[in-house]
């Protein structure tokens, strides 16, 4: 059974691997766009511009593996259903992407094991991540029709408050997709952004240039500027809270820098804190891998906590609660938690 199992895993490895390539050599789009379409090797080559000897050991990987079907007298096939979850606009090609970013540190990780290794691997180790993370965003604001869905999953009077024109903060911005289509949509609003990385945030200032109404700058979560105390009338937060170095901290400032009556609002993993519970999901080894190569390592090489992408609802409520807030609604959708916070009375 062992032996089985680690074959599977290694198969499973090397065709991710194929797979990948196939994304940035455009190769999935093509099966997605002509279901159940039989090709020789050559036509399919010829259809990408590609070199036909490259596609075919490329289809080696993948018809061993059984992603794709190769019939003795050449004819290539790919299930539908495998092509449209690979095609680039869908989330699972980029959990596969990922692995760009993980699976080659593995002895950089492994030192950081050790008791006198280093506490962890910094930003500054993942080079690429920022572009995988706007591959995600933008998925997902495709797939989620953001902003329309998101302001009517956070309720609450958002949508009247934004068209009336509120301050809106949010911290931890990445490439700034979700901030400056919010704002776009919501022009009466004023909108500040912020991330650790100048390089990001001054990138962001050219490319979004036009967007009147957004500022961005750069801050920290854990020292955000006295001047914002209680400025803001909602803050918004995405898949980033897991990758602080002080988590606890952050929550304070988001307390702090929060109007008397606001709202803040949290998209997170949805993860269980118990790990025997989460590892019952064969996903949770994707979302753990994760985790050990970027999420939980970058906040232990800042010398912090190291929550992890599996952190969970409960410690995350837990840690909401201590920071003051105990008005929190959670909503868990597939692979994403939802955290709705008031304080006060909420947006006026």
């Known amino acids: 059974m062992s032996g089985d199992l680690l074959g599977s895993l290694l198969v499973g490895g090397h065709a991710s691997s194929a797979i990948i390539v196939g994304h940035h050599a455009g190769l999935w789009v093509s099966f997605a766009g002509a279901p159940g379409k039989v090709w020789t090797i050559a036509e399919f080559a010829d259809a990408n511009d590609c070199k036909e000897r490259w596609v075919r050991e490329w289809v080696g990987v993948l018809a061993s593996a059984g992603v794709l079907s190769l019939s003795a007298s050449g004819e290539l096939t790919c299930p539908d259903e495998i092509a449209q979850r690979l095609h680039p606009d869908k989330s699972e090609v980029c959990f596969f992407n990922s692995l760009e970013f993980c699976c080659d540190k593995e002895t950089e990780i492994a030192a950081c094991f050790k008791k006198d290794g280093p506490l962890g691997l910094g930003y500054d180790k993942f080079p690429n991540f920022h572009g995988w993370m706007q591959g995600w965003t933008s998925t997902m604001i495709k797939a989620d029709n953001y902003p329309d869905n998101f302001v009517s999953l956070v309720g609450e009077g958002l949508h009247e408050a934004l068209t009336r024109g509120i301050t809106v903060l949010e911290p931890g911005c990445g490439s700034g997709h979700r901030v400056t289509s919010l704002a776009k949509v919501y022009p009466n609003s004023n909108f500040t952004a912020f991330d650790i990385d100048a390089e990001l945030v001054a990138k962001n200032s050219k490319t979004y240039e036009a967007s009147k109404n957004v500022e961005f700058v750069v801050a920290d979560f854990t020292a955000m500027p006295e001047e914002w105390s209680g400025r803001f009338d909602y803050l918004l937060i995405f898949d980033c809270m897991h990758d602080l170095s002080y988590p606890a901290l952050a ?52 010398g912090g906590v190291g929550l992890g992408t599996c952190w969970g609802v409960e410690l995350a409520q837990k840690m909401l609660k201590e920071a003051g807030f105990d008005q929190i609604c959670i909503t868990k959708e597939g692979m994403n938690a939802f955290y709705v916070v008031k304080k006060g009375n909420g947006i006026q």
Do not use: W
């Not at 997170?268 to 996903?283: L, W, Y």
């Open 251 to 302: 929550m304070a400032g988001i307390q702090r820098v929060l109007k008397s009556d606001a709202l803040f609002s949290m998209m997170d993993i949805n993860t269980c804190s118990d790990m025997a519970e989460q590892a019952k999901s064969p996903v949770s080894a994707v979302l753990y891998n994760i985790s050990l190569h970027h999420c939980m390592s970058v906040s232990l090489s800042a």
